[in-house]
């Protein structure tokens, strides 16, 4: 039995480690998806790469944790393991924790100390300095390391704070410290509890951007999946523009061909008519450039097959479009449900953070969990994959929104032509906000299921003493582990049984000793709720408005079509971006405005 508890762990371990690798070529990919090409530099690429890598490690140790936890203990039966000994069980905790330590403590370097560092260190690069031989490496390193030891006094003064402080709830009048649980979880050495102060100061900041980011990009990632689908396809684009672009020039040559020969020169009307006609025909030809590489003229055998196999899936995106904006509403639903849940019965309410000793209303997400995990390993991929959601929905936040500074947008984040300095700061943000997604998914999304996973207890008293509780003959005496479990009401037999995640005690740790972060944390995921619903009716009943700086940085349209109109046209586009070739039927006059509109879709 015990080699059998070595094979699960260590295959748990196996695909954490698969899961970091997928996540550096992620990282990677991302990284150099999003950056200009033109401005590139190799140590912002990789610092940029590797930060993002050790918060994607981060938060997808939270699956890990709750499978290394509920692998002790028997749902069917609610006892341990035969392999699950005292000893063992602490060793496991132990090897997490130190996992969670050095994943959260790296995190804090690199936002704190590394980013900046780098950040600063390509500032200081001077192009005619350094050819002109004025500026050494040893010139630009003090340059940079000048201005990054006001972030090294700032990891300083929080470590001594965290340090020397005494913890808020340690200094509590006892009220709601009677559970062992609580009481456990005051329990830590000073290190711990710098380390505690620090990551929950950075929780509280990382959670303030959620709301912004992460709440509008959990909306739109859904509606950008639908929109993505063009309204007119490359080819049409191409011909529409084509046409357009002859009639362009046709009538600059009758302008130019009616004033020939004029003595006081051409009228000041045929003039303006003549520039604008200039202004159009440029961009036109901009147009039918993107249009061309749309369809991947120009291209290799390999472009011109990933644009085929883009547009047979594009149907499938507005499928998961739909099905995303159906997990994201059930998402929302799931948190208020949670918040209302801890707000009104929580057992010390702001002391503590709103912990939650038991879910007493039905919470769907919850409950998917629980279920889904009678098929191992489906529940912890669904956890990955939840993970994920939030870490795209936060890119697509930032992507959307931009690195602004109240109202005043300081850098824009686009594919390919993303400066370096937004970069850095885009993965600063996102490392913090990773943090508050962090205790967003285990204390509000699923609280029951990353706290304790799918572990029960036997609600029964023990035959003899010293013996586990059997519920093999009354299945129904089976409960859910819980933090009032836990407690176990003075009983040592489900004390034994229920093991909480690290991440949870962590979290719980962070919001006991210091309840000004957990009433932060928690009260900000109503203030998520409301900036992700007001954005999600606002882009899905709001006829968009398409930038086209790609085609003309002074040009932007209003799309005519909503969201929910153009399904028709948009499957009909795709269906001439597979074949590459348009549909025969004449639209008459009508076909020159629609390329005007459908020309930002293509493009």
Known sequence: MAAQGYVQTSLIWVAYAVAVVLAFIAASITTFTWQTPRDRSAIVSTVAIISLSALLATVLLLPVDIALVSSTTSTALGVKKDWATPARVDHILLTLKIVYYCLYSFDALLCLLIIPFSYFWYEEYDEVEEQEGNQTFGSRLWGAFKYTIAFILLVVIIFLVGFFVPAAGSRGDGKHLDLDFFKRLLDENHGEKALTFGVGLLITLGTLLYILYTGAGLALLPVSFIKSAPAVSAPQLSENTASQLEQNRERQRQLEMRNAGRPEGMPAKDRRELEALAREERTLVRRERLAAEAQGEGKGFIVRAWH???????????????????????????????????????????????????????????WIFVQTAKAFPIDYVLMALLILLFFSSTISGIATIGIRFLWLRIF????????????????????????????????????????????????????????????????????????????????????????????????????????????????????????????????????????????????????????????????????????????????????????????????
């Open 308 to 366: 085929k196999v883009c547009a047979v899936f594009r149907p499938l995106k507005l499928i998961g479009g739909i099905i995303l904006i159906l997990l994201a509403l059930l998402i929302w639903v799931s948190m208020l449900i949670t918040g209302i849940d801890k707000a009104a019965n929580s057992v010390c309410k702001e002391h503590c953070g709103y912990i939650l000793a038991h879910i007493n209303v039905f919470q769907p997400i919850n």
């Open 412 to 603: 824009q984040i686009r594919k390919g032509r993303t400066a370096p300095q937004a970069l850095l700061m885009a993965t600063v943000m996102l490392t913090l906000i990773m943090l508050g997604i962090n205790y967003a998914i285990a204390m509000m999304v699923a609280p029951q299921y990353a706290s304790y996973g799918t572990q029960t207890y036997c609600d029964l008293p023990p035959r003899h003493p010293f013996e586990q509780p059997d519920c093999s003959e009354t299945p129904e005496a089976l409960k859910p582990c819980s933090e009032w479990a836990d407690a176990g009401h003075g009983r040592r037999e489900q004390q034994q049984v229920c093991t909480p995640t690290v991440m949870s005690t962590f979290l719980n740790r962070v919001t006991l000793n210091w309840p000004v972060f957990g009433a932060v944390a928690f009260w900000a995921q109503f203030a998520f709720l409301g900036v992700f619903l007001i954005v999600f009716l606002t882009s899905l009943f709001r006829a968009p408005k398409l930038d086209l700086n790609e085609l003309d940085e002074e040009a932007e349209v209003d799309e005519e079509e909503g969201l929910l109109a153009s399904t028709g046209r948009r499957f009909g586009a795709t269906w001439q971006d597979i074949t590459g070739r348009t549909k025969k039927a004449s639209n008459g006059a009508g076909s020159g405005h629609e390329s005007g509109n459908g020309s930002g879709s293509g493009a």
